[in-house]
């Protein structure tokens, strides 16, 4: 009887024991529930705040793609992958300056997808505003080119009256350009060269007055990698509606007319290096080239719109002996619209998140 009396306080002991060895586990079990919340938390801030940045780094990389590459007609949204994201680009225009100018309110949203939560991505938007220069190219002279001499013989025939009537275009009919312009002088041999006025000496020493004065930019446009909806091969003219007045591009030296697959069609034709029109070769529209070549007895190239050249720096004193070039201001207008780029507003551009 006495025993079982004394034992009974260790078993008590033994109980309040236990109790306190759980209560102590539970207390380090919630502690550490906390902290890993508490680190969580904190690894979960991390990451968003990181793929955070990464949707604004994918949001202003679609912006200046945009903004670089975005060579006619403006479309309503655009979307490419950048990195680890997508950059979705959409334009509203705002603003109708005139016909030639308008301005558009650009929009780039960058997302960046987490594996964790792939319905609920990261996303930056960031914006701008761009006018749209549709008719970059100015109707300057019927062929425009930097500093040398053009000799026009023969039969070629080089003039900047407008050959177009308001039966072509709305402003069709217009009193014409300047036959040549160059930065040498414009000689007749026996060839014929007319325009409002004839042909104008403008006095430029170097290529980089071609560039500026044309207000392209020749960089881009004759950069094998900027993408052009034609370029190394010819359209099927047959495929393309009749007022289809498309970019297309040659990079090297293009003999149009000759037995190459170029003989002939419309909108604007970019010639990265040399451009010598032979036999019956037909353009209807703009034709940019990096050195223009003689034309050669016999041949009877035409082209009705405009030629610039001298992109390249190294134009050479050329002689026309045969072909007709003249100004048509409809042509011209239509494949200018081809050449139209998005110009940012400076100091522009803004977070909208």
């Not at 705002?94 to 594996?115: K, Q």
Request: hydrophobic letters at 40%; proline letters at 4%.
């Amino acid at each position: 009887m006495s025993s079982d009396r004394s034992r009974r306080p260790d078993q008590e002991r033994g109980g309040f024991v236990l109790g306190l060895v759980v209560l102590f586990l539970f207390t380090i079990a919630m502690a550490a529930t906390a902290g890993y919340q508490m680190v969580n938390t904190e690894f979960t801030l991390a990451q968003t705040a990181r793929e955070g940045q990464k949707a604004l780094v994918v949001a202003r990389g679609g912006l200046e793609r945009f903004l670089g590459e975005q060579i006619g007609m403006v479309g309503d949204s655009v979307s490419w992958a950048i990195g680890d994201g997508i950059a979705t680009v959409t334009t509203r225009k705002v603003l109708e300056a005139d016909t030639l100018n308008h301005l558009y309110y650009v929009r780039s949203e960058g997302t960046v997808a987490d594996v964790r939560t792939p319905n609920d991505p990261a996303r930056r938007v960031v914006s701008t505003y761009a006018w749209h220069r549709i008719s970059p190219v100015p109707d300057t002279a019927a062929i425009f080119m930097t500093d040398h001499t053009l000799e026009v013989r023969g039969s070629a025939r080089v003039i900047g009256l407008d050959t177009a009537t308001v039966a072509d275009c709305p402003g069709g009919g217009t009193a014409g350009i300047v036959g040549v312009a160059s930065g040498g002088a414009a000689f007749e041999f026996g060839g014929e060269i007319d325009g409002n006025p004839t042909d104008v000496d403008l006095g430029w020493t170097g290529f980089g007055h071609v560039v500026q004065d044309s207000n392209l930019r020749w960089d881009i446009l004759s950069d094998p990698s900027f993408p052009v909806e034609f370029d190394g091969t010819a359209p099927d003219w047959s495929t393309l509606p009749a007022d289809s007045f498309p970019l297309s591009r040659h990079v090297g030296t293009l003999v149009a007319g000759g037995g190459s697959s170029w003989s002939g069609g419309r909108g604007t034709l970019i010639v990265t290096g040399r451009f010598r029109a032979e036999g019956s070769f037909r353009w209807n529209g703009i034709v940019l080239a990096g050195r223009l070549d003689e034309t050669a007895p016999g041949d009877d190239p035409e082209i009705l719109g405009m030629i610039v050249a001298g992109f390249n720096g190294d134009q050479r004193d050329e002689i026309l002996e045969s072909g007709t070039f003249r100004y048509h201001s409809c042509n011209v207008y239509a494949a200018n619209r081809a050449l139209s780029y998005m110009e940012r507003v400076d100091h522009a551009v803004f977070e909208v998140n």
